[in-house]
């Protein structure tokens, strides 16, 4: 059983649309970070939150932390080629960050 | 500064050999974590290493091992491959570790095992 469920596994969106990807667990963490991964590369990290109910913005991305910080949400407004590749969530416990499967992210031009 | 920096960059092995593989972690960085990443389960934690002490391990058979230099580079080992260890292994490292910390990650080695 995954700890940290990524959803949707795979999303194809035009440019200039928006959209929201999840992050869901039945666990509590301590904090939650948001990775972007591109083919080739290792993932680099785009935010972290904290506290609950947290949200944060990075240009046109909005990341939130929920209220019982057991999820999060990804939302990017007017999306583009840019954007593409694999974000991953990633809940930070005692036992160290877990990751989850991520979300396959194209934008076509 | 320069980054994380994983060597080799591609790996190809038969069954049954072992494989070492290199990371150097930023300059000033004493944490040095490892993963596996596949396309079916992700990116799994292997272990993670401080001061040349093993700190962390996740669930992974004694096949997988790893080490921490004096300089805080570190390598990991898998002995007796199986055809299931292809994947891409990542290295991270961040100034002291921690749940909270951000991971700064190398470009990884893609193992393949035939």
């Known amino acids: 059983t995954q700890l940290l469920e990524q959803s949707p596994q795979f999303l194809s969106i035009q440019e200039g649309e928006n959209l929201t990807v999840y992050c869901n667990s039945s666990?509590?963490?301590?904090?939650l970070q948001w990775y972007r991964q591109e083919p080739g590369e290792g993932p680099v990290l785009l935010v972290t939150v904290v506290t609950g109910g947290e949200v944060k913005k990075l240009k046109r991305l909005t990341f939130q932390f929920g209220d019982a910080r057991k999820d999060s949400s990804l939302h990017i407004t007017a999306a583009q080629p840019g954007d593409t590749g694999l974000y991953l969530c990633?809940?930070?416990?005692?036992?160290?960050?877990?990751f989850g499967k991520g979300t396959h992210l194209i934008i076509q031009p | 500064k320069a980054g994380v920096t994983q060597t080799p960059r591609y790996l190809i092995k038969t069954r049954g050999q072992q494989v070492t593989l290199s990371c150097s972690p930023i300059?000033?960085?004493?944490?040095v974590s490892w993963y596996q990443q596949t396309p079916g389960q992700g990116l799994q934690f292997l272990f993670e290493y401080f001061s040349e002490t093993q700190r962390n391990k996740g669930n992974f058979p004694g096949r997988f091992s790893g080490r921490q230099f004096s300089n805080s580079r570190s390598e990991m080992n898998v002995s007796t491959l199986e055809l299931g260890d292809s994947a891409l292994y990542l290295c991270?490292?961040?100034?002291?570790?921690?749940?909270?910390?951000?991971?700064?990650f190398g470009s990884g080695t893609q193992l393949s095992v035939l």
């Open positions: 990633a809940g930070g416990r005692a036992d160290g960050l877990t």
């Open positions: 991270a490292s961040s100034p002291v570790g921690g749940t909270n910390e951000k991971l700064f």
């Open positions: 300059s000033g960085h004493r944490s």
């Open positions: 666990s509590v963490f301590s904090s």
